[in-house]
C-alpha cells in the first residue's frame, strides 16, 4: 500500500461509519475502535516510535518493510503458516479458501478450531484487514512471503500459471492448451485462464493425470512439496516433456522449469502446507520429584554459586589480569581463573559475565588497565545471602552479554573474549523468561523434558534466531547427468522462514548437526537451561519455588498457557519474594570452626562474614563442599601478620572461634613464624634490606638464589639491591626468610586483602530488543492523540470560494480573513480548521474551538491535542469553517 493511496483514501468522507467494507488498511483502522487500536500498539511497540499523527500515518508505517518483519518474527508458526496460506490465496481471500488451504480435501477439526485465532491475530496487528469475505494480508507481508523465483516460498509453492507465463508468445501458449485437450482461445489472456481452470478443475485435472507416464509422475512428485523448479537439459527426456507440453511444468528460464501453483495445489489434494501446526507442542515430563527435593537441590546450588563468585572476586582483591587491548580477558587469563575456580572454561565465562553484567566487576581505568572489584562488590557483601543470590539472578534473567559466544568468532572472524565487546544479543532475556515460564507450566517439582521445551520454543517463534536454509540442487528419481530429467532446486522446508524475514541479531555463524544454519533462540534456550542449574534457578531439572517468585508465577500450582507473561511485575518486589522463600533453605552461618592437629580448620558450614574474612588471610582453602577445610602454612600466617596482626591477636582469634583447643603444632608455627616476621626490613633505594642480626645478612649474601636480586652490603645491617620492594620481597619470601616491608619512617607496612577496588562503576545495560512495551498510560494517551489527528486530518470543511484548498495541503488566507474568521468563531462558539506552522517550521492541521481572541493570539480548545492551547496569530497559515459542528 502506498503512501499517496493512503493519502487519498483519508480524505474521503464515508470511509467510516456508513458500513462500507473498508478499501484500505487506514479504512479499517479507523472503523474499529479505540480498544482494536489499543490492542495493535501494544503487539507493535516500533509503531508508537514517535506516536503518528492520524490513522493514515499509522497505516503507513505499519506497511514498511521493517515494522512487518518484525511483526512476522513475533507470530507463533500456526499464525505464520495462515499467513503464508494467505500471500499464495487469490487477494482477496474469503475465509473458506483459508480454511480449503490450511486442511485441504480432508476436513481437520483441530485447524478449524484454530484458524480463528490465527486470524484474529493477524487482524490485531494489522497484518491482515477486511472483513471474513475479503481478507487481505498487507503488500509487505505478502511480498515477503510470496514465492518467487529467487526465494522460494515456504509452503513450497510455485507461481501461478498467470505469472508463469508473463511474456510467453501466443502461438506457444496456443500449442500448450492444444496438446492439454482444451479449444484453441482468441488472446493469451483467455488461454492462461483456460489453463488455469484446468487445472483448479478436480475432475479434469485427475484425468489428465491418469494419461501421463509413471515418469512423469514421479517427476511431479519431487516437485510437488517443493521446491517447485527443476533444471532441464536443451533436450529434455520424454517425460519432462510431456509434462512441459501441457502446461504441468513451465519454463522460469532457458535451463528451468517450475510446477504452476494451481497443479501443485491438485496434487497436494488443496493444501498449502505439507504439515501444518494448529496446536503447540506440548511440554512433556522427564522425572518427576517432590517438590522439596526440587528447592532443597536448588538451594544447595545457589550456596554454591553465591560461594564461587566470593572466591572469584576475593581471588582478584589486589587486582585482576590485564585488559586486552581490544577488550576483554584473554584466553590464557580464562583458563587460569578455571583452574582457580576448578570448573570448567564455559562455566568459568559464565561466572565472570554474571558478576560483571551485576556491576561487581570492572576495569580500574588505570594505564596499565586490570580488573578489579567495584565498590558496589563490598555493598553486595553486607547483604543477606538470599538477597545477595536474588540480586545475581535478577541480574542474569535481564542481561544480554551471553557467555555461551565465547571463544567463536563474530562476522569479521574475530574470537570473542569473556568481558569483551560482541557478547550482546538482545533476544536473550526473552528467551530466558520464556524457557522458564515453559517449565511453570510444569506441577511443582516436575523436571521438564529439555527437547520438548526447545520444539515449543520453535512453534513460538519459528522466524526468530535465523531463517530455514536452502539446500543444493537435487537430481529427480532416476535420474543419471545428462538424462534430462528434472533436477530439483534450492528452496526452503514447508514452515520454514519467509524471504528475508530473519532475526538480525548479529550471531556468529555455524552449523547444527545436520548441517544447517545454527539457530540463535535454540542456542540461547540450551545455555538457559544450563545457567539455570549452575545458578540455582532450578534444582535437578525442575523449577524451584523462589525462581517462580522471581518470574511472578504460581508457588503450588502449574502456571496455565495465559499466565506466563508474568515477569513484568516489579522485579524488586518479585526479587523480595524470591529472597524470602530462599533464605530458610540456606544453611544457617556458623561463628566456629574445628581445629585439628594436621594444621587445618574445619568450617561445618557457611562461616559468617568477620570470621570468613580473617580466616581466609590466615589460612589457604584446601577442600570445598559441604564442609570448607582451610590449611594454615607458614605463607598462610605470614599473610595475616603482614595485615598487621600480632601472634597474640592470632591465638585469642582461633580461641575464640574454635570448638576445639588449638593444636600445639599450630600454636608453635604462629610463634615461629611470628618471630620471625620483621627481622628483615625491606625498603626503597631502589630497596634495601637492614637487619640487627649482622649473621643473617651474610647468609643472605653467601646464598647462591639472592644473585638476581644483586645485593650488596652498605653497613654491617644494611645490604641494597637494585630491585624493586615488590621483588626484593617476593625473592627473600622464596629463599625461606619472613622480611616485612617499612615506609621511608621506618614503620611497618600492612598490607590489606581487600585494599583495591575500582572506581565507581555503572553495571552494562542490556541491548534492548526492540522499542519497550508501552504501559497503559503511554497506551491510553497515544490513542487518544491518534484519533484527535485523524479527526483533524479527516474532517470535512467548507472552503473559501475564492481559495480553493487542495487536499491534504494546509488552508490559506489573509491576515485579516484569519483574524475576523477566529473571531466570529469566538463568539458563536464554534469549531474552525487551521493551518499552523511552530518556531521549527513544521506543518500541521488542526481543530479548535476558541475562546478569546487578543494580543495577536488566539485561545482555544484544541481537538486534535485535546486540550486548551494559544496560538500566535501570526503562525496560523490560515482558517476554514467546518462543514458542521461536530467534532468529537
Not at 152 to 173: D, F
Not at 179 to 199: I, K, M, Q, R, Y
Not at 270 to 275: E, K, L, S, T, V
Not at 381 to 398: F, G, H, Q, T, Y
Request: charged share 20%; glycine share 10%.
Amino acid at each position: 500500500m502506498g503512501i499517496g493511496e493512503l493519502d487519498r483514501e483519508a480524505h474521503v468522507p464515508d470511509a467510516t461509519g456508513n458500513g462500507a467494507a473498508p478499501r484500505t488498511l487506514a479504512e479499517a483502522l479507523r472503523s474499529g475502535g479505540d480498544e482494536a487500536l489499543g490492542a495493535l500498539l501494544r503487539a507493535r511497540p516500533d509503531l508508537l516510535s514517535p506516536v503518528p499523527n492520524d490513522l493514515t500515518q499509522l497505516a503507513t508505517r505499519a506497511g514498511t518493510r521493517a515494522s512487518v518483519v518484525r511483526a512476522l518474527e513475533r507470530l507463533d508458526r500456526f499464525v505464520l503458516q495462515t499467513a503464508e496460506a494467505l500471500a499464495v490465496a487469490p487477494d482477496p481471500a474469503p475465509y473458506s479458501v483459508l480454511l480449503g488451504l490450511l486442511t485441504g480435501d480432508a476436513a481437520d477439526a483441530r485447524i478449524e478450531a484454530a484458524l480463528p485465532r490465527a486470524v484474529a491475530v493477524l487482524r490485531e496487528q494489522a497484518l491482515v484487514w477486511g472483513d471474513d469475505e475479503r481478507l487481505r494480508l498487507v503488500r509487505t507481508a505478502r511480498e515477503l512471503l510470496a514465492p518467487s523465483p529467487q526465494h522460494p516460498s515456504p509452503t513450497g509453492l510455485g507461481p501461478t500459471v498467470a505469472e508463469a507465463t508473463a511474456g510467453m508468445s501466443p502461438g506457444r501458449l496456443q500449442e500448450i492448451i492444444a496438446t492439454a485437450g482444451l479449444p484453441a482461445t482468441h488472446d493469451p489472456v483467455s488461454a492462461v485462464a483456460a489453463l488455469t481452470e484446468l487445472f483448479t478443475d478436480r475432475t479434469r485435472m485427475a484425468a489428465l493425470l491418469d494419461t501421463a507416464p509413471p515418469e512423469a509422475l514421479k517427476v511431479l512428485d519431487r516437485l510437488v512439496w517443493g521446491p517447485p523448479y527443476g533444471e532441464v537439459t536443451a533436450d529434455p527426456a520424454p517425460p519432462v516433456r510431456w509434462l512441459r507440453d501441457r502446461g504441468l511444468l513451465l519454463p522460469a528460464s532457458p535451463r528451468t522449469l517450475v510446477l504452476p501453483r494451481e497443479a501443485a495445489l491438485h496434487l497436494r489434494g488443496g493444501r498449502a502446507h505439507r504439515a501444518p501446526e494448529p496446536t503447540a507442542p506440548v511440554v512433556e515430563v522427564a522425572r518427576d520429584y517432590r517438590p522439596q527435593v526440587v528447592d532443597n537441590a536448588a538451594a544447595g546450588q545457589a550456596y554454591t554459586a553465591l560461594a564461587t563468585v566470593e572466591e572469584l572476586l576475593k581471588s582478584w582483591d589486589q587486582g585482576g589480569p590485564q585488559v586486552l587491548r581490544a577488550g576483554g580477558l584473554s584466553v590464557r587469563d580464562l583458563r587460569r581463573t578455571a583452574t582457580a575456580l576448578d570448573v570448567p572454561e564455559p562455566t568459568a565465562a559464565f561466572w565472570l559475565e554474571l558478576v560483571y553484567g551485576a556491576g561487581l566487576l570492572a576495569s580500574d581505568g588505570e594505564a596499565d588497565e586490570r580488573y578489579a572489584p567495584t565498590p558496589a562488590y563490598d555493598d553486595w557483601l553486607d547483604l543477606p545471602p538470599a538477597e545477595r543470590w536474588a540480586r545475581l539472578a535478577s541480574v542474569w534473567l535481564s542481561a544480554t552479554r551471553t557467555s555461551g559466544l565465547v571463544g567463536t568468532q563474530d562476522a569479521k572472524g574475530r574470537t570473542l573474549a569473556a568481558l569483551g565487546p560482541g557478547l550482546d544479543r538482545a533476544p536473550a532475556p526473552e528467551v530466558r523468561h520464556r524457557v522458564l515460564a515453559l517449565q511453570a507450566t510444569l506441577p511443582p517439582g516436575s523436571a521438564a523434558d529439555r527437547e520438548s521445551v526447545l520444539a515449543r520454543l520453535r512453534w513460538d517463534r519459528p522466524l526468530r534466531g535465523g531463517g530455514a536454509g536452502t539446500a543444493g540442487p537435487a537430481r529427480g528419481p532416476g535420474a543419471a547427468p545428462g538424462s534430462g530429467t528434472a533436477t530439483a532446486a534450492g528452496g526452503g522446508a514447508a514452515g520454514g522462514a519467509g524471504r528475508a524475514v530473519t532475526a538480525g541479531t548479529g550471531q556468529p555463524g555455524g552449523a547444527a548437526a545436520d548441517g544447517g544454519p545454527v539457530d540463535l533462540r535454540e542456542q540461547l534456550a540450551r545455555w538457559t537451561l544450563d545457567e539455570a542449574e549452575l545458578l540455582g534457578i532450578t534444582g535437578r531439572g525442575a523449577l524451584a519455588s523462589p525462581a517462580r517468585a522471581l518470574l511472578n508465577l504460581p508457588l503450588a500450582e502449574a502456571a496455565s498457557d495465559d499466565a506466563l507473561g508474568g515477569h513484568d511485575c516489579e522485579p524488586a518486589v518479585a526479587a523480595s519474594r524470591a529472597a524470602t522463600l530462599l533464605a530458610p533453605l540456606l544453611p544457617e552461618a556458623v561463628d566456629h570452626v574445628l581445629l585439628q592437629a594436621d594444621l587445618t580448620a574445619v568450617a561445618p558450614g557457611p562461616l559468617r562474614r568477620p570470621l570468613a574474612d580473617t580466616l581466609s588471610v590466615l589460612a589457604d582453602v584446601e577442600s570445598k563442599g559441604g564442609a570448607t577445610v582451610y590449611r594454615f602454612t607458614p605463607a598462610s600466617v605470614r599473610r595475616a601478620l603482614d595485615a598487621g596482626r600480632t601472634a597474640s591477636d592470632l591465638h585469642d582469634f582461633l580461641t575464640a572461634h574454635a570448638r576445639t583447643p588449638v593444636p600445639q603444632p599450630l600454636a608453635y608455627l604462629i610463634d615461629d613464624v611470628a618471630r620471625r616476621h620483621g627481622h628483615l626490613r625491606v625498603g626503597a633505594a631502589s630497596s634495601y634490606v637492614r637487619c640487627d642480626d649482622e649473621t643473617m645478612l651474610g647468609e643472605i649474601l653467601a646464598d647462591r638464589r639472592s644473585a638476581a636480586l644483586r645485593l650488596r652490603r652498605l653497613a654491617p645491617t644494611v645490604l641494597a639491591a637494585q630491585a624493586d620492594p615488590a621483588s626484593m620481597l617476593d625473592g627473600l619470601r622464596a629463599m625461606g626468610y619472613a622480611p616485612a616491608a617499612e615506609s621511608a619512617e621506618g614503620d611497618v607496612l600492612i598490607t590489606r586483602a581487600d585494599a583495591y577496588r575500582t572506581p565507581p562503576r555503572t553495571a552494562p545495560e542490556p541491548v534492548p530488543d526492540g522499542p519497550p512495551s508501552p504501559d497503559a498510560t503511554l497506551l491510553g494517551a497515544a490513542v487518544k492523540a491518534i484519533r484527535a489527528g485523524d479527526r483533524a486530518a479527516t474532517v470535512v470543511r467548507k472552503e473559501p470560494a475564492a481559495t480553493p484548498v487542495a487536499a491534504g495541503s494546509l488552508p490559506r488566507t489573509s491576515a485579516a480573513e484569519t483574524l475576523a474568521t477566529v473571531q466570529a468563531a469566538a463568539l458563536t462558539g464554534s469549531a474552525v480548521w487551521i493551518g499552523y506552522v511552530n518556531a521549527e517550521g513544521a506543518a500541521s492541521q488542526r481543530v479548535i474551538a476558541p475562546v478569546r481572541v487578543e494580543g495577536g493570539f488566539v485561545t482555544g480548545y484544541d481537538h486534535t491535542a485535546d486540550e486548551v492551547r494559544t496560538y500566535p496569530l501570526h503562525r496560523i497559515t490560515g482558517v476554514a469553517e467546518l462543514a458542521d459542528e461536530e467534532t468529537a
